[in-house]
């Protein structure tokens, strides 16, 4: 037999499975130092990067994990460690979003993080599918692999904002009311 939560007997209804709101920024803390690691490498840049990942964590509103992708975009540029470079930038941006607005002391039901999860499962297959395509065809081109993957990327980004947003503007154009 087991005793009842505190909440279960103060009358509050139970959340579910939760995690302390800290965990989203130690897996970005943890996403920016093994990305580092990787991408970086030995060098006097990596004491930078884990530096920047540590603030990033520290203070989740500031520009630190903005300056951290740049960084790490910076030193992958030739696409050696692509991969790893588009998994680890977009969860440390993912992460350190989420943890900016997240109170220190709450608790994150694991219900609520699912379709986070999975926006973010669905980003990196069609992000890791346009990077091995661009690295399939221009993977000899070194550093010039780097900048047109950012130009696919920009173009990625540029046809889906015009996919989503256009019929959004259109339909509120037909707004009677506007």
Do not use: C, K, N, Y
Not at 26 to 45: D, I, K, P, T, Y
Not at 60 to 68: I, K, N
Not at 77 to 100: C, F, K, N, Q, R
């Amino acid at each position: 037999m087991t005793a009842p939560s505190r909440a279960e007997r103060a009358g509050a209804p139970s959340i579910g499975p939760a995690v302390p709101a800290w965990s989203i920024g130690a897996l970005g803390l943890v996403a920016g130092v093994v990305g580092s690691v990787v991408v970086v490498g030995a060098s006097g840049w990596l004491v930078v990067a884990i530096v920047l990942a540590v603030a990033a964590a520290v203070v989740p509103r500031g520009p630190f994990a903005a300056l951290l992708t740049v960084q790490l975009a910076l030193a992958g540029i030739d696409g050696t460690e692509l991969p790893v470079l588009l998994l680890t930038t977009h969860l440390l941006l993912a992460t350190s979003l989420l943890w900016a607005w997240t109170p220190l002391t709450a608790r994150v039901q694991l219900r609520a993080l699912v379709p986070s999860a999975l926006r973010f499962v669905a980003l990196q297959v069609g992000a890791q599918a346009v990077a091995f395509v661009v690295v399939a065809l221009l993977g000899g081109a070194g550093p010039v692999g780097g900048v047109w993957l950012a130009v696919a990327g920009t173009i990625a980004l540029l046809a889906l904002a015009l996919g989503l947003f256009v019929p959004v503007l259109v339909r509120a154009g037909d707004d009677p009311e506007g």
